[in-house]
């Protein structure tokens, strides 16, 4: 009879399991989806930080050697993004604006508005409004740049909310625990109610308290490591997914941080396994603890 006791909860009501595994891997999948979100939300900002186009307008009647001066000093900047750094004819410009617009052929042919450019890309720690300010005086100290421009409301509103990125992530991340934390104790707390009287008719024969809960933490924690390795599957086969449909998104920086994917992959299933493990030790006991009139 012990060994039927010890093993009860690997043979009887599967189903309760099975939806235990499946409800603890859906809730640990949405969590590491927004681990992955924290954890990388600084390197996506600078992704984005650093496709902000700075553009220096060059004079008319500039040299070719100017130009390739100015561009090969640039390039040894150390705020410019690695060949990021280009040089944009004004008649490239102008085919280019005729396409974008759908201009016809004589539009801009008479007079052409535009001038030849200097694009370049800035290493995101640069992209500040003062950097920005200082870098653009100390390029146009060069006689045959006309104007440097950038889209400074942009760069404004990637600093002024990165701070609040932050606070609003730290919250919505203590919310979701709690959540997760409670959903799971739930799930588990009704796949064990079917089994409060089991408990209790073993406490009633003899059984210690250890006896009894050693087979269900074990069941608790191979639920918690199935439940964490099935939400992983989920979570990379999401991630797979938006990056193939929305390459834009570059959720292509989760997959390249393998240290950062394994560091989420290892907390889904200890975490997994501690909830798990946790939540049945607390239902169990909370049975045993209970009279039998009350089980009712």
């Given at each position: 009879m012990s060994k039927s006791l010890g093993t009860y909860?690997?043979?009887?009501?599967?189903?309760?399991?099975?939806?235990?595994?499946?409800?603890?891997?859906?809730?640990?999948?949405?969590?590491?989806?927004?681990?992955?979100?924290?954890?990388h939300a600084p390197k996506w900002i600078e992704v984005y930080k650093e496709q902000v186009n700075v553009m220096v307008e060059i004079k008319e009647e500039t040299s070719a050697e100017q130009i390739s001066e100015l561009t090969n000093s640039l390039e040894k900047e150390p705020y410019i993004k690695s060949e990021s750094v280009?040089?944009?004819?004004?008649?490239?410009?102008?085919?280019?604006?005729?396409?974008?617009?759908?201009?016809?052929?004589?539009?801009?042919?008479?007079?052409?508005?535009?001038?030849?450019?200097?694009?370049?890309?800035?290493?995101?720690?640069?992209?500040?409004?003062?950097?920005?300010?200082?870098?653009?005086?100390?390029?146009?100290?060069?006689?045959?740049?006309?104007?440097?421009?950038?889209?400074?409301?942009?760069?404004?509103?990637?600093?002024?909310?990165?701070?609040?990125?932050?606070?609003?992530?730290?919250?919505?991340?203590?919310?979701?625990?709690?959540?997760?934390?409670?959903?799971?104790?739930?799930?588990?707390?009704?796949?064990?109610?079917?089994n409060r009287f089991v408990i209790k008719n073993m406490q009633l024969v003899g059984a210690t308290w250890s006896f009894i809960t050693k087979p269900y933490l074990i069941k608790g924690i191979l639920n918690g490591l199935w439940s964490g390795i099935i939400g992983i599957v989920l979570l990379l086969v999401l991630v797979f997914l938006i990056n193939i449909q929305f390459p834009d998104l570059r959720l292509d920086i989760w997959l390249e941080d393998v240290l950062g994917l394994i560091l989420v992959m290892v907390g889904l299933i200890l975490s997994g396994i501690f909830i798990c493990f946790t939540s049945t030790y607390f239902v169990v006991n909370k049975y045993l603890k209970m009279r039998l009139d009350d089980l009712y």
């Open positions: 909860p690997s043979n009887k009501n599967n189903p309760s399991y099975i939806y235990v595994i499946l409800s603890v891997s859906l809730v640990l999948f949405l969590l590491g989806f927004f681990g992955l979100f924290i954890l280009k040089f944009v004819s004004k008649e490239k410009i102008a085919e280019e604006m005729k396409e974008e617009l759908g201009a016809s052929e004589n539009t801009l042919d008479v007079m052409n508005p535009f001038y030849d450019m200097v694009h370049f890309n800035m290493i995101a720690s640069f992209m500040q409004s003062d950097s920005l300010k200082i870098i653009r005086e100390n390029i146009m100290e060069n006689d045959f740049v006309k104007d440097v421009f950038y889209q400074e409301i942009l760069v404004d509103q990637i600093n002024d909310n990165l701070s609040k990125i932050g606070y609003v992530a730290l919250i919505l991340g203590f919310f979701f625990i709690i959540v997760a934390v409670v959903l799971i104790h739930n799930t588990i707390r009704l796949a064990m109610y079917s």
